[in-house]
Antibody, heavy 122, light 109 residues
Framework: EVQLVESGGGLVQPGGSLRLSCSAS????????MHWVRQAPGKGLDYVSS??????????YYADSVKGRFTIFRDDSKNTLYLQMSSLRSEDTAVYYC?????????????WGQGTLVTVSS | QTVVTQEPSLTVSPGGTVTLTCASS?????????PNWFQQKPGQAPRALIY???NKHSWTPARFSGSLLGGKAALTVSGVQPEDEAEYYC?????????FGTGTTVTVL
C-alpha cells in the first residue's frame, strides 16, 4: 500500500525558510515522479512543483509563484521527497500535500499524502 | 498567467447524471494536456479519479468517466450517489508545469 507522510510544517515568520519532507513507502520510490501541491485555508488546489523519477531526465518544474524561492529535491536512498522553501510570504500559508505520479515523467497524479500545514505569520 | 476554469457549482439529483467541464485560457483542451480529475471531501486530502483524459484509477467507481467535450475536458458522473457530493478539480499539464482548475462544488439534492 502506498503511503506518503509529510512533515516539517509549522509557523514561520515572513521572509523565513522551512523544509518539508515526505516519507514514502509501499512502492519503488526512485522510479516515480513526485509532486507538491498546496491548498490555502478555504481555497482550491494550487500546484507547487514536480520532480521526475529515475529515467525521467532529472527534471524539475515550478509554479511561477514559487520559482526562485522553492526548491524540490529527493533522496532516493531515503525514499524521501523534500521541498525547501525560502523567502516565505503570507500567501504561502497552506496545507502542503505530497503526491506520487503514475510514472517517471511528471504527468498523472496518483496517491496523495494527508498534508502538513505551513503558516507564514509574524 | 494560465487559468483553468470550471463551473463553480452544480446540483444533481440522486441517480441522475452530471457533467463537469474544464477549460483552458490558452485554447482548446486536447489529450496532450493529459487532463486529470480529483475529488475532495471536506477535511480530507484529494483523491485522484481520472488520468490521461479517460483513464480510471483502480479505485475509481465505474460511474465516473472522463472525456473531451467541445474543446474542454469533461468529467461525467452517471447514476450519482449521495457520497459523490464533493468538490471536484481538474488539472492540466502545460509541459511539466501543472495547473489546477478553479473547482466545482457538486451538490446531490
Amino acid at each position: 500500500e502506498v503511503q506518503l507522510v509529510e512533515s516539517g510544517g509549522g509557523l514561520v515568520q515572513p521572509g523565513g525558510s522551512l523544509r518539508l519532507s515526505c516519507s514514502a513507502s509501499g512502492f519503488t520510490f526512485k522510479t516515480y515522479a513526485m509532486h507538491w501541491v498546496r491548498q490555502a485555508p478555504g481555497k482550491g488546489l494550487d500546484y507547487v512543483s514536480s520532480i521526475s523519477g529515475e529515467g525521467g531526465g532529472g527534471n524539475t518544474y515550478y509554479a511561477d509563484s514559487v520559482k526562485g524561492r522553492f526548491t524540490i529535491f529527493r533522496d532516493d536512498s531515503k525514499n524521501t521527497l523534500y521541498l525547501q522553501m525560502s523567502s516565505l510570504r503570507s500567501e504561502d500559508t497552506a496545507v502542503y500535500y505530497c503526491v506520487k505520479d503514475l510514472g517517471s515523467i511528471p504527468r498523472d497524479f496518483d496517491s496523495w499524502g494527508q498534508g502538513t500545514l505551513v503558516t507564514v505569520s509574524s | 498567467q494560465t487559468v483553468v476554469t470550471q463551473e463553480p457549482s452544480l446540483t444533481v439529483s440522486p441517480g441522475g447524471t452530471v457533467t463537469l467541464t474544464c477549460a483552458s485560457s490558452t485554447g482548446a483542451v486536447t489529450s496532450g494536456y493529459y487532463p486529470n480529475w480529483f475529488q475532495q471531501k471536506p477535511g480530507q486530502a484529494p483523491r485522484a479519479l481520472i488520468y490521461g483524459t479517460t483513464n480510471k484509477h483502480s479505485w475509481t467507481p465505474a460511474r465516473f468517466s472522463g472525456s473531451l467535450l467541445g474543446g474542454k475536458a469533461a468529467l461525467t458522473v452517471s447514476g450519482v450517489q449521495p457520497e459523490d457530493e464533493a468538490e471536484y478539480y481538474c488539472m492540466l499539464d502545460y509541459g511539466g508545469v501543472h495547473v489546477f482548475g478553479t473547482g466545482t462544488t457538486v451538490t446531490v439534492l
